[in-house]
């Protein structure tokens, strides 16, 4: 039975088995690789997607439960990349392997589309659950103010040099 969804806002469908989890239908049969995987067990955040806005953990995800939702991966939060969140994590360098960081992301997106001026404990407690084996933290936090001063009308470097 095909399974329908809005991917990236784009409707799409896919014949396979219902129980299948999300992330592997995103990598293997719509070929959306950017959503890595970590764990399989929902606990490093690695294949966070947003579901009607909501982050969620991919891995965990029967594909039959998102029939009808929007779902967004890395590549549709913008495929440019010109949302603020991946200009800031291009500012200040945040990746160092970078394995996790699609999923550093679309937690820092979700939070930034409920809450346009977090503090540092607004920011712990939306990345709890995004493990990074590199340890970016810090920099992490301190590219999601960086997003928030850009979403401000500051430019990268401008926002960047204001902290």
Known sequence: MAITMT???KAVSVDVPQNMPLLWVLRDELEMCGTKFGCGI???????????GQPIRSCLTPVASVAGKKIT???GLSPEGAHALQKAW?????????YCQAGQLMSAA??????SNPTDAD???AMDGNLCRCGTYIRIKKAVHL????????????ANNNE
């Open 73 to 75: 991966t890395i590549e």
């Open 123 to 125: 920011i712990e407690n």
């Open 42 to 52: 929902g606990q490093c955040g690695a294949c966070t997607v947003h579901q009607d």
């Open 110 to 115: 979700a939070l930034l589309a409920k809450n």
């Open 7 to 9: 991917l990236n806002g």
């Open 147 to 158: 997003a928030v001063r850009m979403l401000n009308g500051s430019s990268p470097s401008e």
């Open 90 to 98: 291009m500012e200040l360098d945040v990746p160092q392997c970078g």
